[in-house]
Structure formats: structure tokens, C-alpha cells
């Protein structure tokens, strides 16, 4: 039953994340080692700042048309359309990647529709598609080193499969999807006639080569990207989503009758990103990448090969109970990680975000080397 009489049933559906929680116990301790934050520690660039300020000041305070500002819809889809050329192919700025999310499960999902979801994670996804009245089928990806395994999607696909979730750079883990399982599914998608959403965030903090996204095999796939990691802008509330142009324009209605638009000034100083090149922060990430894993390595943690996005998720250590026991121990030590179980319906490992300083980074694998010992 809901909490108050006055609740709609779907809220039991959900609680407050498990990381918001976190972040709330981060605000009460003194000098915590943060490594839970999933938003990069760098400051958003000098001229995407002064791009917003100087909006602001001109007055682009309004709103901008439902489907974007124009100027920067007009470059963003000149580059979808660079690089993937598909004839069809239409764009939607949101109201950050969540907007985008929303707007897709509201426009594709009926109650009873089935939607893929691949184990572990992102914490949205499966609250998502309840919200909508779907049901999550859930595959899980533990034994395959958290990479897609095509046989398990066939196998999961029935007469009512509406949706697959994909993210690649992934969060929770930092995996990036293989060419083959990114074209696989991509070609499942088309065979089956199911739509096959790509959540592409974490698309700039690849580290071991391009990312292999499934728009490149399925003209039908649909995309979802952002400002908010990629420059530091998290609180700007700036993603995009991109695809057939009949999902795209439904989509762009329903945003009329609930984001209306993104944050208009912001949309404008955006445009700078453009001409902003960010390669020394994901060098510095990529460095921190292979700080953090050799450190685990070497401390006896099980990582699987991460390549992108800035999270690794060890397994807890044999003997050292459920990931939520080995977080609560590792919380009494001033380390501030998330256990996975609010990823996952496993509850055998945990995230950290390595978005942060090296001396704070090291200072977290020295409570995690105390711990494995016990």
C-alpha cells in the first residue's frame, strides 16, 4: 500500500535511489574519501561558462522552441547526420539524458510490454519501464564478464519484446560493448522488429578505441547523448536523443506537455562545446583508469577489463559478506562507494567512481587494501 491514502499505486514502485542516499551521508561526514560521485570532478570549461553568462545577459531567458534551441538542434543534427547518414534520422534536445529516457519509455511502452534491461544496471532503467506499466526482463551479464551475450537476448525475446536497453560506456561497470555484441544486437533488434534504445552518455571517456555504437548496423536505433558528463555541466539538464524521425516528432510532443524544453541559455552556451576540446580530461581519466584497476589487481579485488566511462565495480572478496555489509564497513571508514545491489539484482559487488583526485583515489585503495584483510 502507498504511504498516504493520496498516492497513485506506481509510487510503491520506487524509493529514493540508494545513491542520492549516499550522497545525503556524504554531506554529514567531516572529510569523507568520496568515490561515489558519478559526475566528473573537473570544472565545467571557461568558455562553455562564459557562453552561459553571456546568453543570460542577452536575454535568452525564455523558452526555445520544444525540439531545441535551433542553433544548436541545426549542429547537432549536421553531425548525426556526418556520421551516420541515415535518411531519416531526426533529433530531440531534452532535458538532460533523463528527459530523453522518459520521453522514449512514455512514446514506445504499453503496460505488458516486455523491455530488455541488462544486469547490472543503470538505476533508472528498470523504474523506468514500471513507471510506464512494462516489465523489465532482466539478463544478466555477471558470467560473461558484464559483455552482452547474444544467445541469452534471443533466448529472452517473446511475441511481447517492445524494447532493449543498451549503455555502452556502462554504468555501473565502465565496460564497453565488443563490435561483435554491439552489431549483434543491433541486427537482433532489426530481425525482430524491436526498437533497441542505445544509451551513449559515456561515449567520450572511451579509452581503448572508438565506441562501437549499434546505430552503425540499425538505421532504426535510437540514440541518447549529452553535454552533462562530457563537459562538466551535469546541472545543466542538456542531453539529446536521436532516431526514426516518427518516434523523434511524437517524442517532441510529449516533451510539450511535460519538460516543454531544455534550460534555453544553456542551450546556447552548449553550442561552445563544439570548438572545446576536452582530450587532456579524458587522458587524465584514462590514467586514473589503470591507476584504480592495477590498484584492486594488486590488492586481490576480482575487476572485469573496464575501457570506459569512469566507474570500476570489484566483486567484494571472498568471506567478506554481501556487497551491502562490505559497503556499510567501508562507509564506517570514512570510504563513501555504492553497493551493487542498487544496480543489480546481485548483491556481490560495488561501484567506484574514480572521478576524483589521485590523492583521494589513493587514499580509498588504502581502506579497500585494510578491508580485504579483514
Not at 111 to 132: A, K, N, Q, R
Amino acid at each position: 500500500m502507498p504511504a498516504h491514502p493520496w498516492l497513485a499505486d506506481r509510487t510503491d514502485r520506487f524509493d529514493s535511489s540508494g545513491i542520492r542516499k549516499v550522497f545525503d551521508l556524504a554531506a554529514k561526514m567531516k572529510d569523507p574519501i568520496n568515490l561515489s560521485i558519478g559526475q566528473p570532478d573537473f570544472p565545467a570549461p571557461d568558455s562553455l561558462k562564459e557562453a552561459a553568462c553571456k546568453a543570460i545577459r542577452e536575454d535568452k531567458n525564455g523558452y526555445s522552441q520544444t525540439q531545441g534551441a535551433a542553433a544548436l538542434r541545426d549542429r547537432l543534427q549536421q553531425r548525426v547526420d556526418e556520421e551516420w547518414g541515415h535518411a531519416d534520422r531526426k533529433l530531440l534536445v531534452t532535458s538532460g539524458t533523463s528527459g530523453a529516457l522518459n520521453l522514449a519509455m512514455w512514446a514506445l511502452v504499453n503496460p505488458g510490454d516486455e523491455v530488455i534491461v541488462f544486469d547490472p544496471y543503470f538505476v533508472m532503467y528498470p523504474t523506468l519501464c514500471e513507471m510506464v506499466g512494462g516489465v523489465p526482463v532482466v539478463i544478466d551479464t555477471y558470467e560473461d564478464d558484464f559483455q552482452i551475450n547474444l544467445a541469452k537476448v534471443e533466448a529472452a525475446i517473446t511475441p511481447k519484446t517492445k524494447l532493449i536497453l543498451f549503455n555502452s560506456p556502462a554504468n555501473p561497470t565502465g565496460v564497453v560493448a565488443s563490435d561483435a555484441a554491439a552489431r549483434g544486437l543491433a541486427e537482433l533488434a532489426a530481425k525482430h522488429n524491436i526498437a533497441l534504445l542505445s544509451d551513449e552518455i559515456y561515449r567520450e571517456f572511451c579509452y581503448d578505441g572508438a565506441l562501437p555504437s549499434p546505430a552503425k548496423w540499425n538505421d532504426q536505433a535510437i540514440v541518447v547523448d549529452g553535454f552533462s558528463k562530457s563537459y562538466g555541466v551535469t546541472g545543466w539538464r542538456i542531453g539529446w536523443v536521436h532516431g526514426p524521425a516518427p518516434l523523434i516528432d511524437k517524442m517532441a510532443a510529449l516533451q510539450q506537455y511535460t519538460f516543454v524544453c531544455a534550460p534555453n541559455p544553456l542551450q546556447h552556451a552548449a553550442i561552445e562545446a563544439f570548438t572545446t576540446d576536452m582530450t587532456p580530461q579524458v587522458d587524465a581519466y584514462r590514467e586514473r583508469r589503470d591507476h584504480i584497476v592495477t590498484g584492486l589487481r594488486d590488492a586481490g579485488y576480482e575487476v572485469a577489463p573496464t575501457g570506459g566511462a569512469f566507474y570500476v565495480f570489484p566483486k567484494v572478496p571472498e568471506g567478506r559478506g554481501t556487497a551491502n555489509e562490505f559497503v556499510t564497513r567501508a562507509i564506517e571508514n570514512e570510504l563513501l562507494v555504492i553497493p551493487g545491489g542498487i544496480f543489480s539484482r546481485r548483491d556481490t559487488h560495488f561501484r567506484i567512481s574514480y572521478a576524483a583526485s589521485k590523492a583521494t583515489i589513493d587514499r580509498g585503495l588504502e581502506v579497500l587494501r585494510r578491508l580485504v584483510k579483514g
